[in-house]
């Protein structure tokens, strides 16, 4: 496409065109990626692209014109990433608490960064941690929490733990009542073995057919 071409010239320096065709050769090779930092590698080039389409249209992300540029602008460098794959990779870098709970997440995990490949299941881990500590996901570095809600947030986060370690104490790892369904899977997934948890799902799965096969109890 030619007008995309004249764009990329005009508008990028050379440093950024080399950059971005060196980030466009090592995703060819990885394609679909198998760690979450090879995603954030192209943070930087994302970033750009975003920048470029913003500043050539006038037009916010999100946009109709701004789709228009961008999209072919993604498929140019990183064809086969989503645009939605991008926008998870914005959103992680957009604002340093994300971030900030990216890192928190896998100090206390050595294994986040095995089980958690991608920059969508990362963004699903922040957006946990967000609402667990400041009440949504929409909260950022540069809102003010005053020293009075961060004591009244660590307050509600000790007595989520002291909750979890009373029902620890009794033999469980989680509370079926309180916790969603996606935290006890969770669970279930890392402290049992594969045998286990496949029984569990398959006489779940046995449990709820018999409920529907159930004759219903005749009328009157």
Same mark, same amino acid.
């Given at each position: 496409?030619?007008?995309?071409?004249?764009?990329?010239?005009?508008?990028?320096?050379?440093?950024?065109?080399?950059?971005?065709?060196?980030?466009?050769?090592?995703?060819?090779?990885?394609?679909?990626?198998?760690?979450?930092?090879?995603?954030?590698?192209?943070?930087?080039?994302?970033?750009?692209?975003?920048?470029?389409?913003?500043?050539?249209?006038?037009?916010?992300?999100? %946009?109709?014109?701004?789709?228009?540029?961008?999209?072919?602008?993604?498929?140019?460098?990183?064809?086969?990433?989503?645009?939605?794959?991008?926008?998870?990779?914005?959103?992680?870098?957009?604002?340093?608490?994300?971030?900030?709970? @990216?890192?928190? @997440?896998?100090?206390?995990?050595?294994?986040?960064?095995?089980?958690?490949?991608?920059?969508?299941?990362?963004?699903?881990?922040?957006?946990?941690?967000?609402?667990?500590?400041?009440?949504?996901?929409?909260?950022?570095?540069?809102?003010?929490?005053?020293?009075?809600?961060?004591?009244?947030?660590?307050?509600?986060?000790?007595?989520?733990?002291?909750?979890? @370690?009373?029902?620890?104490?009794?033999?469980?790892?989680?509370? @079926?009542?309180?916790?969603?369904?996606?935290?006890?899977?969770?669970?279930?997934?890392? %402290?049992?073995?594969?045998?286990?948890?496949?029984?569990?799902?398959?006489?779940?799965?046995?449990?709820?057919?018999?409920?529907?096969?159930?004759?219903?109890?005749?009328?009157?």
């Amino acid at each position: 496409m030619q007008q995309l071409d004249d764009i990329i010239n005009t508008d990028l320096s050379e440093q950024e065109r080399e950059h971005l065709h060196r980030s466009s050769d090592l995703w060819d090779q990885m394609k679909r990626g198998k760690h979450l930092d090879d995603w954030l590698s192209y943070t930087i080039d994302i970033v750009g692209l975003r920048k470029l389409a913003v500043r050539y249209t006038n037009a916010k992300p999100g %946009t109709r014109p701004y789709n228009e540029l961008f999209g072919p602008l993604l498929a140019r460098y990183f064809p086969g990433m989503s645009g939605q794959e991008a926008s998870y990779i914005l959103w992680i870098n957009d604002d340093p608490l994300r971030l900030q709970i @990216l890192n928190d @997440l896998r100090r206390e995990d050595p294994r986040f960064g095995a089980k958690v490949t991608t920059p969508g299941a990362a963004c699903k881990h922040i957006r946990r941690v967000l609402k667990e500590r400041y009440g949504g996901e929409g909260v950022k570095a540069s809102d003010r929490v005053s020293p009075t809600e961060q004591i009244s947030a660590l307050k509600r986060r000790v007595a989520e733990l002291e909750e979890r @370690l009373k029902h620890a104490d009794e033999g469980s790892l989680f509370d @079926l009542k309180r916790d969603d369904a996606e935290s006890i899977e969770r669970i279930i997934f890392e %402290t049992t073995g594969p045998a286990k948890s496949l029984k569990i799902a398959k006489l779940l799965t046995e449990r709820h057919a018999k409920l529907k096969r159930k004759p219903a109890a005749p009328a009157g």
